[in-house]
């Protein structure tokens, strides 16, 4: 009797030589944005592709879709050239795909997690136990920022309760030791 598999809760770094469909949408998705996805969808296994062409494929205005490939272009993930349209003497960009950045910008984003990461733990572990925390969950504020609300929560007035951070404290370190392990396939 073959075993059910179940899916895992667990993110695992993605090695360079397998950068799929998914790992790319979900890096532009969070590099550029969500709207991006059909235009990169569009420009696969493309080259050279007028930003009218794109528009009208996509059924959106040529400025809008320029604003996508110009958020693209600063990440890199296109490129393009221009060429003069003898007829009408206007400048027409061609675009292709760039994918090759997706791994950088992976990078790019792992290390500044982990420098998140590190510099909230550095924070945690300097106000331990000095946390105060709304009951109802609406805000966390360390000493000198309850002080600043006479101890109540800014969002709905409850008073505040002192908070033990020791879990927090374990779990960050947790993190970061699995995010150092992760940099391996970088």
Not at 29 to 36: A, C, L, P, Q, Y
Not at 102 to 121: C, S, W
């Amino acid at each position: 009797m073959p075993t059910k598999k179940t899916p895992s809760t667990k993110r695992k770094a993605v090695p360079a030589s397998k950068i799929t469909k998914s790992v790319v949408e979900n890096t532009v998705k969070s590099t550029v944005g969500e709207d991006v996805i059909p235009l990169i969808d569009y420009l696969k296994d493309k080259k050279n592709i007028s930003e009218f062409q794109i528009a009208q494929s996509l059924k959106t205005e040529v400025n809008y879709t320029r604003n996508m490939l110009y958020r693209l272009h600063t990440h890199n993930l296109v490129t393009y050239h221009k060429k003069k349209d003898r007829e009408k003497g206007w400048y027409i960009s061609y675009w292709s795909l760039n994918l090759r950045n997706v791994k950088n910008i992976l990078k790019t984003q792992h290390v500044r997690k982990l420098e998140d990461l590190k510099e909230r733990l550095v924070k945690e572990e300097r106000y331990k136990n000095v946390f105060f925390i709304c009951p109802k969950l609406c805000s966390r504020l360390d000493f000198d920022r309850a002080t600043e609300f006479d101890f109540k929560c800014p969002e709905c007035g409850v008073i505040l309760h002192q908070q033990e951070n020791e879990k927090t404290i374990e779990n960050i370190k947790v993190k970061i030791q699995e995010m150092e392990k992760d940099r391996n396939w970088m």
